[in-house]
């Protein structure tokens, strides 16, 4: 039973590029939340999908969208890069209903994103 | 506002018992996550509680009080492989974004 998977593992960009990252849930999950987590800190929450819209957004600008296919599948996009954005960007599955999350949250082993 | 308070780093020795604590401050509520992360590896789940009182997990358990804002995670029979990272983590009113604590080092020596 694979789990969540998030490619690529590890990525370099330069100020003002832009970047896509791309997550497959784990079998049976229909959530995809992304996560920015920087050195020494907590996981931080950018936004969650489900049913392919974004269902709620952290607080992050508009340079970070996404997108859900109907398979599941999800991708991050941050635009017009800045130093600060270098970090791990965690994707998570879980199970929902149309009111809520009712699993426990399943992390990819995320991307490791460094901006120069 | 939102706040999620643990320790940053603690230490113990192998076979010995660490309690880990975690306050929080949260406009909503609708449970509380640990979740432990080793070094470059993705967080794993440990344990949840809604209601308050104490989950059991074989080694590990985890307690809540809701009106005071408190839990911990309690880790017996330590062992190396325990070294990790755990973070303490609210999910939201609208019960799908979770917040997270900036996490706890828990350093095990033999």
């Known amino acids: 039973d694979a789990g969540v998977t998030q490619s690529p593992t590890h990525l370099i960009k330069t100020r003002g590029q832009q970047v896509t990252l791309r997550c497959s849930p784990k079998s049976g999950h229909d959530t995809v939340s992304w996560y920015q987590q920087a050195l020494g800190q907590g996981p931080q929450f950018i936004f969650q999908y489900y049913e392919e819209e974004e269902r709620q957004r952290g607080n992050f600008p508009d340079r970070f969208s996404g997108h859900q296919f109907p398979n599941y599948s999800s991708e991050l996009n941050v635009n017009a890069l800045l130093l600060g954005d270098s970090a791990l960007y965690l994707c998570?599955?879980?199970?929902?209903?149309?009111?809520?999350?009712?699993?426990?949250?399943?992390f990819g082993n995320g991307t490791r994103l460094t901006v120069t | 506002g939102q706040n999620i308070d643990q320790p940053t780093e603690m230490t113990a020795t192998e076979g010995a018992i660490v309690q880990i604590n975690c306050t929080y401050q949260t406009s909503g509520f609708n449970g509380l996550f640990w979740y432990q992360q080793h070094a470059g590896e993705a967080p794993t789940f440990l344990s949840y509680?809604?209601?308050?009182g104490l989950e059991e997990k074989g080694r590990f358990s985890s307690f809540l009080s809701r009106s005071k804002g408190y839990s911990y995670l309690l880790l017996k029979e330590l062992q190396m492989k325990d070294s990790a990272s755990y973070l303490c983590?609210?999910?939201?009113?609208?019960?799908?974004?979770?917040?997270f604590g900036k996490g706890t080092t828990l350093s095990v020596s033999s």
């Open positions: 998570a599955s879980s199970l929902s209903t149309g009111t809520g999350v009712v699993s426990p949250l399943h």
């Open positions: 983590a609210v999910r939201d009113q609208a019960g799908t974004a979770l917040i």
């Open positions: 509680n809604v209601l308050d």
